[in-house]
């Protein structure tokens, strides 16, 4: 099954464990099975492939996850153009759990 991707280590989205209540909204909307469910909290399983809709953390009552809608990948083509480079916003050195 062919899988979407985008850009490698550019989404802005982020999940605070801690906050984490473990209702599972953020992998029940997410539209590319971004999340999953282990140990009664949720995790980040697939970084690269959100698209960054916003959906996860519109429905995450207890505020554990954030994105800024659409930014990352825009950011990281207009970088690449303009600098002339791989893609890269540079907000990601480090993929967030």
Do not use: Q
Not at 1 to 21: A, G, H, Q, W
């Amino acid at each position: 099954m062919f899988e979407l991707r985008y850009l490698p280590n550019v989404v802005t989205l982020k999940l605070d464990s801690d906050k984490c209540i473990g209702c599972g909204m953020c992998a029940e909307v997410c539209p590319h099975a971004v999340f999953t469910l282990e140990n009664k909290r949720a995790r980040i399983a697939d970084r690269d492939a959100c698209m960054e809709c916003g959906a996860c953390a519109k429905n995450c009552i207890a505020g554990a996850v954030s994105v800024k809608s659409g930014v990352g990948c825009a950011a990281a083509v207009i970088r690449g153009i303009v600098g002339g480079g791989e893609p890269t916003c540079g907000c990601s050195s480090t993929p967030a759990n």
